[in-house]
């Protein structure tokens, strides 16, 4: 059973700065991507950032040089390094992990359980 647990999600202030944290926990034999979505409310996710194995990330305009995703591979853990915070970036924040949970497995994606990050002006 393969988890995905978030942390840091919080209140912060215009132009403030948080970092979430997301570890991938259970049995996982390898990792391909991890991403970051968000979901404001009456709004559809989105996503915000993704890294992948292979080290390249992307991300939305929206937030693009305000950002940035790392991953330590070795814990199975991604980041989301948040600054120049706006009140537009409020809202539940999902980790997403595209993994192979077994060596015979075929891949599969997973879901946190959101954090919310509210910035206020």
């Known amino acids: 059973q393969v988890q995905l647990v978030e942390s840091g999600g919080g209140l912060v202030q215009a132009g403030g700065s948080l970092r979430l944290s997301c570890s991938a926990s259970g049995t996982i034999f390898s990792i391909n991507a991890m991403a970051w979505y968000r979901q404001a409310p009456g709004k559809q996710r989105e996503l915000v950032a993704r890294a992948t194995s292979s080290g390249s990330t992307n991300y939305a305009d929206s937030v693009k040089g305000r950002f940035t995703i790392s991953r330590d591979n070795a814990k199975n853990t991604v980041y989301l390094q948040m600054t120049s915070l706006k009140d537009e970036d409020t809202a539940v924040y999902y980790c997403?992990?595209?993994?192979?949970?077994?060596?015979?497995?075929?891949?599969?994606?997973?879901w946190g359980q959101g954090t919310q990050v509210t910035v206020s002006s």
């Open positions: 997403y992990a595209d993994l192979q949970p077994g060596r015979w497995v075929f891949s599969k994606t997973y």
